[in-house]
């Protein structure tokens, strides 16, 4: 629609022979449908708001038909959008094999509404048909056009999401240009680190809050923790190391022999990586290294074993398996052997992939995991299920951190940006003393 149809559009003449000039700012558009195309007018602007914000939805598909079924759900979780829509439908609506689209439309109404979003509705009696459409159309347009040009509302959001998320305070750029960032990590006067991956660099963000070169090359670095020493532990994947530098970056070699991707460095001094079987053939594992230095192999037979992180009395280990939808679980013995291994935190996978391409996590000082997924980052309950679901703005993100003096400013590697913003929460840093997050809930 937007590379096509509406460009295709621009290149014609109205009637009396004027040229067709269209509005490029969401605010200034209302997107239509009835039955799919109702469903597919609201994905239009569910999934770039910034080209559509007004919206008109009849006989709405929001059922089991190609994954209809879950916006109610999506709507709940994500942080809120600039969308204004009305919604029309009838009581003698379809009821069929793929759902019942009367209520399907009443609850697409009542997540609206628990999100915070600007929505109004028409029901009646009526079929699968355009007849109730025709009656209340006018209508719906003054509504949805009502107070123009002031922009939509976004609304606040879910009780969870407002728990965590500062009203006013989005993402801010801090860094672009890179080829591929990853590894932010944070050390205890609350200064970011991450890496350029590609090139080799590792960059410390200065307190004017802009990066500057701290290793010059870090063999290919990639997921990096600080320790309770106040060294900075790096995978070195060039070189098949663990490395740990100090504050003038000399580096030591901690481990070698296999090729990382994340770790973790708990309190006692203990490091947990994760190995993912780069070449599809290897299996996936993950190594731990005692404090003394020696390593050994504790867990098999994840598909891609990737990010990982501590729970905050550091009892549990997580561990992201990209190619799955699922966060494992396992209980960390006294010898550092896992115990106990479970699918325990389920995350949602986007229409446009096969799994949720979990990678960074950290959890906050209240147990919430935050997961760096292919849908931004995901924030879960210590029960294992998803509450929040937070987009960045260019809709990548490869691993997250808390950082400043209060650790309560997420930092997000995305691709060739990272972005920071300010929280309601703090991270839970694991060269600190462990603590015990309050009781999970409902």
Same mark, same amino acid.
């Given at each position: ?74 709507? !709940? ?19 069929? @094999? ?35 459409? !025709?009656? &209340? ?14 922009? %939509? ?43 350029? &991956? ?32 106040? !060294? ?40 947990? %990586? ?44 997580? &561990? ?6 699922? +966060? ?11 115990? @106990?291994?479970?699918?325990? @935190? ?71 940006? +990272?972005?920071? !913003? ?21």
């Amino acid at each position: 629609m937007l590379e096509e149809l509406l460009p295709d559009a621009e290149q014609q003449k109205s009637s009396d022979g004027r040229a067709i000039k269209l509005s490029q700012d969401g605010n200034d558009r209302c997107i239509a449908g009835a039955s799919s195309g109702a469903i597919c007018a609201f994905t239009a602007a569910w999934e770039r708001p910034d080209a559509f914000q007004r919206v008109f939805s009849s006989i709405g598909t929001y059922v089991g038909l190609r994954g209809g079924n879950v916006y109610p759900t999506l709507i !709940r979780k994500y942080e809120p959008k600039p969308i204004r829509i009305f919604l029309e439908d009838g009581s003698g609506d379809q009821n069929i @094999y793929g759902g019942d689209w009367w209520m399907a439309n009443q609850e697409m109404e009542r997540s609206l509404k628990f999100a915070g979003y600007e929505v109004n509705h028409a029901w009646g009696e009526g079929g699968h048909n355009e007849q109730g459409a !025709r009656l &209340v159309f006018a209508d719906a347009m003054r509504w949805i056009w009502k107070d123009w040009p002031t922009p %939509v509302k976004v609304g606040l959001g879910s009780a969870s999401l407002q728990e965590i998320l500062i009203p006013g305070e989005g993402w801010q750029l801090v860094a672009e240009g890179y080829r591929f960032t990853e590894g932010p990590c944070v050390n205890a006067r609350g200064e970011v680190f991450f890496n350029e &991956v590609p090139t080799g660099k590792t960059y410390k963000i200065g307190t004017d809050g802009k990066p500057v070169e701290f290793i010059a090359d870090s063999k290919r670095g990639d997921g990096q923790r600080f320790g309770p020493d106040g !060294r900075l532990y790096s995978v070195a994947g060039a070189t098949e190391q663990i490395l740990a530098y100090d504050e003038k970056g000399q580096a030591t070699v901690v481990a070698e022999g296999f090729r990382g991707n994340d770790l973790i460095v708990r309190h006692d001094g203990s490091v947990y %990586v994760t190995e993912p079987g780069w070449d599809g053939k290897s299996p996936s594992q993950i190594w731990h290294i005692s404090p003394t230095g020696e390593k050994k192999v504790v867990d098999k037979g994840l598909k891609f074993s990737n990010g990982i992180t501590l729970s905050p009395d550091q009892s549990l280990l997580y &561990v992201a398996d990209s190619r799955s939808h699922w +966060v494992y679980s396992y209980q960390i013995q006294p010898n550092g052997s896992l115990d @106990y291994k479970q699918r325990y @935190y389920h995350l949602h996978v986007p229409d446009t992939a096969d799994d949720s391409g979990a990678d960074g996590m950290r959890t906050d000082r209240q147990g919430r995991l935050w997961v760096a997924t292919r849908v931004g980052l995901q924030v879960c309950d210590q029960a294992g299920r998803v509450h929040c679901i937070i987009p960045t703005p260019n809709g990548k993100v490869s691993n997250l951190t808390f950082g400043g003096p209060n650790f309560d400013v997420v930092y997000a590697t995305c691709g060739d940006k +990272v972005f920071h !913003r300010r929280v309601k929460v703090q991270g839970a840093q694991t060269f600190l003393p462990p603590i015990k997050p309050d009781k999970p809930r409902l």
